[in-house]
């Protein structure tokens, strides 16, 4: 559980779907008169402290390895409300504090039907899309441009207008987004260093070469050696099918342009049909995890774990879990990252990227001071990215098992090029051994992967992100290398209509399909019968849909 959470603070990339939350305000253009109204109320001091409340989900991880290294610290009461209700004269309320994630959605929901949301709430698009709907969140745009540093509009900037049109209705922008990076989504195949060395194997190119290699690896490993690692997420990002399937030029659960121009489903194109068939071809030849269709990423991983499998596909934070795992156990194994094959040699690699950002920031319309999003995120930014402040090491990540601190702000915000920015920054300086005028998570990162590079191994899987041969550098290669096309998901605006009320079940006939394919229990030629089906019960409606809100665009 560790590794994952590492994996999740390397990102900042909260994935549940409600965040935080907060309460009241209109969708009004910010007048003069109001600004100065609020600037003084928001300087009154701690006898005229502004609540703004919010909500957010209990974390055992924070728990246990922050509450408990922190004296005196808790949700409500930390280094993060105390700099907020000095600088700012918010005083920082919870409505509510889930214990899981299940209890988060009920208690959201039933306020939700009550119409008292927390002030500031973070969701995704199909929550936003039902909160502007009922009228219970503000135009956002106003107080965005009145009030944003520079800072914090270099890094909205940053991720690309997508991310603002998401949040976007009828013309109005309810939403600012908790930006991410889309680079960060492509797909990666992660191989055994050491076995390949060993093994005088060079770097393949094709699935013929990557065979050759699990071939090669299975007999090293002998009895129990398993094939390439896949588990029963088949569309997760790590030991998913997605890398594979780009390298055929599909694209599952990807909106893309067919040659009429119009968008097709990508797990319903002949090239995923093809894509499948590789994935039998696998399966069949025992060079395939047997059991991956009831096996969960955890099950899966242990034979990565225990020394047992060498191949997986899988993203940038892959060395912090599960690949960590196996070098906490055996610390002279070694993982490193390269390009996606192809189905045939010498074609172009099209790894496939989608928008990470999933949730945007709301202002109830009952919050009276809706410009404290904007004076929260812009404090935010100042502490944890500004060069200038250079107080990241103290609110952001102290070190010594308290890296997720900055988890204890009421609204956080991440950068969607950063770690590509890190891993640049720190190259030369990991060369020299100085690290010159490196701050912030810069700093910190040099100093894990010096520390990997000099022999602390329980610090392998940052160095194998940010350092020399890392995904971070793979990224930057998929960016710069001639020889690669990025393509995007090309849908990216709220759930349709049929979305709403049918895509699960599209989803689940697809996939049932997908298992069993790849499992050899019924022929490929069904293939082509369930995405039959699938137009018929609702993915044609589902088309049409998204093909309209394309032409819109």
Known sequence: MKRKFLALLLTVSTCLSLLTGCG???????????????????????????????????????????????????????????IIEEQLGIDVQYLWIASSAEQQTQKFNAAVAAQSIPDIVCVDKITLKNLVEAGQVVDLKPYYDQYASDLLKSMIDAAGEQCIQACTFADVQYGIPYVDCDLETAQMLWLRQDWMDELNLEAPETTEDLKEIIRAFMAKVGDGAVGMALCNDLHGVTMGIKGWCNGYGAYPGYWVEGSDGQLVYGSTTQEMKEALSGLAGLYEEGLLDQEFYVNDGTKSAEALVSGKCGVMYGWHATPLWPLQDNIDQDPAADWKPYRIVTGKEGETIRPGINMMTSTWYAVSKNCQHPEALIQLLNLYCEKVFDPEKNE???????????????????????????NQQTALAIATPLETGDPGDLYGEQLSMYEYSKAALDGDTTLWGWNRVFGKDGSQQLLLRYQQDTDVELVSDAFYGASTET???????????????????????????????????????GGQDMTNEVNQWYQEQ
């Open 24 to 82: 009241n305000g209109n969708a009004e253009a910010v007048t003069a008169d109001q600004t100065a109204e609020n600037d003084q109320q928001t300087a009154e001091g701690e006898e005229g402290l502004i609540p703004i409340t919010f909500c957010r989900t209990q974390s055992s991880t924070e728990e246990s390895d922050i509450f408990a290294k922190l004296d005196g610290e808790s949700y409500e009461d930390n280094r993060w409300t105390r």
């Open 392 to 418: 990241y090491s103290y609110y952001a990540n102290p070190g010594g098992g308290l890296e997720g601190v900055w988890r204890l702000s009421p609204v956080t915000l991440n950068s969607a090029n950063k």
């Open 499 to 537: 979305m709403t009320t049918r895509k699960s079940t599209l989803d689940s006939m697809l996939n049932e399909t997908f298992f069993k394919i790849i499992s050899c229990q019924i022929s490929l030629e069904e293939f082509d019968k369930t995405v039959a089906a699938w137009y018929e019960a």
